[in-house]
C-alpha cells in the first residue's frame, strides 16, 4: 500500500517553456503532499508543502511564481515549473502523507527535468 | 528549515558485516524521525521510523536507535548485502509538519 506514483519520470525542455509534473496518491487520499528538489550527491531539499484544497506554503528563498503548486484533489497534486531556465534543472520529487498524526512519507520516483 | 546532519557522508562496509549510518539533529522538538533508503535515479523509500517516545525500535535486518539526550540517530543493518548499497536519509519532524532531511550516507557493500 501508499503507493505514490510521479509523471513523467524525465522530462527535456528548452528555456522559456514550462513544465508540469504530477504527483499522484494511489491507494491512500493524501492530505499533505511535498515537494522536494534534489541536486547530484546531494539531500532533498523541501521547496513546498501543499494541503489539498488550500494554498501551498513555500519555504523561503523559494519562488513561488515560478514553482506553481497545485493541490486540487486528495489524489493529485502538480508543479509546474514556468519559464524554466537550465539552472532549474534537477531531480523533483514529490511525497505525500494521509490524514494520520505521523504517517510517514510515501514517496514517488522523482522526474529528472532537463533545461537545454 | 531545520538541520538534520549526518557524521560520515561514505561508508563502505564487506558483506555480511553489520553496518552502523548515524544521524545527528538539532530541532529537540522534532518526536517522529525516519529513515529513508534511495538508489540512484529513484524517490526515497521508507526502512523503518521512531518516534521520541521510544529508543529504539527493530525491523527485518534494521535498528534504528533513539538518543534524545544528544539529539543522535543511528540506523544499523544486520548482514549487510550488496543490495544495500544505496545513499541513506534520516528525516526529522515535529508533530506531521515539515519533513526535513539530513546530508545523507553513501553506504557502498563491497562483495
Not at chain 2, 533508503?37 to 517516545?53: H, L, T
Request: glycine share 8%; net charge neutral; proline share 4%.
Amino acid at each position: 500500500g501508499a503507493v505514490v506514483s510521479q509523471h513523467p519520470s524525465w522530462v527535456i525542455c528548452k528555456s522559456g517553456t514550462s513544465v508540469k509534473i504530477e504527483c499522484r496518491s494511489l491507494d491512500f487520499q493524501a492530505t499533505t503532499m511535498f515537494w522536494y528538489r534534489q541536486f547530484p550527491k546531494q539531500s532533498l531539499m523541501l521547496m513546498a508543502t501543499s494541503n489539498e484544497g488550500s494554498k501551498a506554503t513555500y519555504e523561503q528563498g523559494v519562488e513561488k511564481d515560478k514553482f506553481l503548486i497545485n493541490h486540487a484533489s486528495l489524489t493529485l497534486s502538480t508543479l509546474t515549473v514556468t519559464s524554466a531556465h537550465p539552472e532549474d534543472s534537477s531531480f523533483y520529487i514529490c511525497s505525500a502523507r494521509g490524514r494520520w498524526d505521523n504517517s510517514p512519507l510515501h514517496f514517488g520516483n522523482g522526474t529528472r527535468l532537463t533545461v537545454t | 528549515g531545520e538541520s538534520v546532519g549526518l557524521h560520515l557522508p561514505t561508508l563502505s562496509v564487506q558483506e555480511g558485516d553489520n553496518s552502523i549510518i548515524n544521524c545527528a539533529y538539532s530541532n529537540s522538538a522534532s518526536d517522529y524521525f525516519i529513515w529513508y533508503k534511495q538508489e540512484s535515479g529513484k524517490g526515497p523509500q521508507f526502512i523503518i521510523d521512531i518516534r521520541s517516545n521510544m529508543d529504539k525500535r527493530q525491523g527485518q535486518r534494521v535498528t534504528v536507535l533513539l538518543n534524545k539526550t544528544v539529539k543522535h540517530l543511528s540506523l544499523q543493518i544486520a548482514a549487510t548485502q550488496p543490495g544495500d548499497s544505496a545513499v541513506y536519509f534520516c528525516a526529522e519532524t515535529n508533530t506531521g509538519n515539515q519533513f526535513y532531511f539530513g546530508t545523507g550516507t553513501s553506504l557502498t557493500v563491497i562483495p
